[in-house]
Nanobody, 123 residues
Framework: QVQLVESGGGLVQAGGSLRLSCATS????????LGWFRQAPGKEREFVAA????????SYAGSVKGRFTISTDNAKNTVYLQKNSLKPEDKAVYYCAAGANPTTMSRGQSDYWGQGTQVTVSS
């Protein structure tokens, strides 16, 4: 069974930073590409970023490129999403996801989802 456990959400002011973490098992970490999606109120879930466990391949949504950085810690079986220069429109529930590769995940495809963590950005 694949489990993805997110943490790190919260309230931050516009322009601030926040780091999300997603912990999983070693088997999941090595078998899947891991990434992040988000869903704002009244909107569909959208892709944010994804990375292979080796860190050798990744993908970002255009709206976050240059502000967000996805990374992995193989020793901890954890994927991170460092979010800088946050904007009010970044407010959403952020979901960790496990899928086939960064390309398919960037198209919205994922096999497993975490429970989500709320990120609120105040203006």
């Amino acid at each position: 069974q694949v489990q993805l456990v997110e943490s790190g959400g919260g309230l931050v002011q516009a322009g601030g930073s926040l780091r999300l973490s997603c912990a999983t098992s070693g088997r999941t970490f090595s078998s899947y590409c891991l990434g992040w999606f988000r869903q704002a109120p009244g909107k569909e879930r959208e892709f944010v970023a994804a990375i292979t466990s080796s860190g050798g391949s990744w993908s970002y949504a255009g709206s976050v490129k240059g502000r967000f950085t996805i990374s992995t810690d193989n020793a901890k079986n954890t994927v991170y999403l460092q979010k800088n220069s946050l904007k009010p429109e970044d407010k959403a529930v952020y979901y960790c996801a496990a899928g086939a590769n960064p390309t398919t995940m960037s198209r919205g495809q994922s096999d497993y989802w975490g429970q989500g963590t709320q990120v609120t950005v105040s203006s």
